[in-house]
């Protein structure tokens, strides 16, 4: 069956060319010019994946990105912005957009970023020795590979399908530590390297939700001017 995308963009000249581009490549298509529009839309078609532009009418792409997540933690979510303020594309990602984009960019690499969302979305797979029923990584650590949940000392941690992904990857791998270009390609699993700050971001909203004290974490370390990795 084929994957319904979600075009949000008040151009309407932009959306037209997207869809074109996009229904070449066997995708269903479904559009909204404004926030209030993609809202409706979104909850009447459930879209597989949604574009999301920053500045709309009415309702802003930050707004509608938000409302989304209340409910839906795992549809993925490409913003797209004309702006190149670093604190535009921060504050996408802070309220649980999978990815973002800078226009004016490629067909190229659009259709490599949806691919590699829409793959992350399709399965989720964490090695673990064959146990899927529960993965304990750590003391009072424990990851739910069918129920897509993690608990910290019982206590249910609410992620977003990145935030999933990444501590599954890292958790499956305790003590090996990992860049953020190496972060980038498996877990965001770019065919080109894209924004380093995407996994910083990454990284800091997760130690926010599983760790005690973010500032003191002791599951998800830094090893200074290297990368990331999951405590022992």
Not at 31 to 46: F, I
Not at 201 to 219: Q, T
Request: aromatic share 10%; charged share 30%.
């Amino acid at each position: 069956m084929a994957k319904t995308i979600l075009i949000v963009d008040d151009e309407k000249s932009i959306v037209k060319i997207l869809a074109f581009n996009l229904k070449k490549e066997g995708y269903e298509i479904v559009v909204a010019y404004d926030g209030e529009a993609a809202l409706a839309e979104y909850s009447k078609k459930r879209p597989d994946i949604i574009l999301l532009d920053v500045m709309l009418p009415i309702i802003d792409g930050f707004e509608v990105c938000s409302k989304i997540r209340e409910t839906d933690l795992t549809t993925p979510i490409i913003m797209l912005t004309a702006r190149e303020e670093e604190a535009d594309k921060v504050l996408g990602l802070e309220i649980g957009a999978d990815d973002y984009m800078t226009k004016p960019f490629s067909n190229r690499e659009l259709r490599a970023r949806i691919k590699a969302n829409l793959r992350r979305s399709d399965a989720i797979s964490v090695s673990n020795g064959g146990n899927n029923d529960g993965v304990e990584k750590s003391q009072g650590f424990v990851i739910d590979q069918e129920r897509y949940d993690v608990y910290v000392n019982g206590r249910a941690c609410e992620l977003t399908q990145r935030e999933f992904e990444l501590i599954c990857f890292l958790a499956a791998r305790p003590g090996k530590v990992f860049s953020r270009e190496e972060l980038l390609s498996e877990v965001w699993q770019y065919e080109f390297y894209g924004d380093l700050r995407a996994v910083d971001v990454a990284v800091r909203r997760l130690r926010e939700k599983i760790e005690e004290d973010a500032s003191h974490p002791i599951y998800l370390l830094t090893k200074r001017g290297v990368g990331y990795y999951f405590g022992n």
